[in-house]
């Protein structure tokens, strides 16, 4: 079965880190686009950042930048969001996805889905 896996999410405070990871199971992610969504309750699902095979980065959301970033290992096989300075505002659970074409804001142009990994941000 072609999927992802989240991985990473924890509850911490304002100010800390966190390191989301996102691995492949049934296919690789080195040759494949991956972008980031997160949902927040009550909230449509958002765009946040995404990395191409090739490690260029997109931000769709202003609220990150300087804050959040991606990178993926040597292996390519997984890819990483880094989230600094954490606000509460950044409580969601988070996504990734894949796709073999570009970059998009848009989930329904992914082809491969997680399930989630919950990130909370409170004191």
């Known amino acids: 079965q072609l999927q992802l896996v989240e991985s990473g999410g924890d509850l911490v405070q304002p100010g800390e880190s966190l390191r989301l990871s996102c691995a492949a199971s049934?296919?690789?992610?080195?040759?494949?686009?991956v972008g980031w969504f997160r949902q927040a309750p009550g909230k449509e699902r958002e765009g946040v950042l995404c990395i191409t095979s090739t490690g260029d980065i997109s931000i769709f959301a202003d609220s990150v930048k300087g804050r959040f970033t991606l990178s993926r290992d040597p292996t390519k096989a997984t890819v990483y969001l880094h989230l600094y300075s954490l606000k509460p505002e950044d409580t969601a659970a988070y996504y990734c996805?894949?796709?073999?074409?570009?970059?998009?804001?848009?989930?329904?142009?992914?082809?491969?889905w997680g399930q989630g990994s919950q990130v909370t941000v409170s004191s």
């Open positions: 996805a894949a796709t073999s074409r570009h970059c998009s804001r848009k989930w329904s142009e992914y082809d491969y």
């Open positions: 049934g296919f690789s992610l080195a040759f494949h686009t």
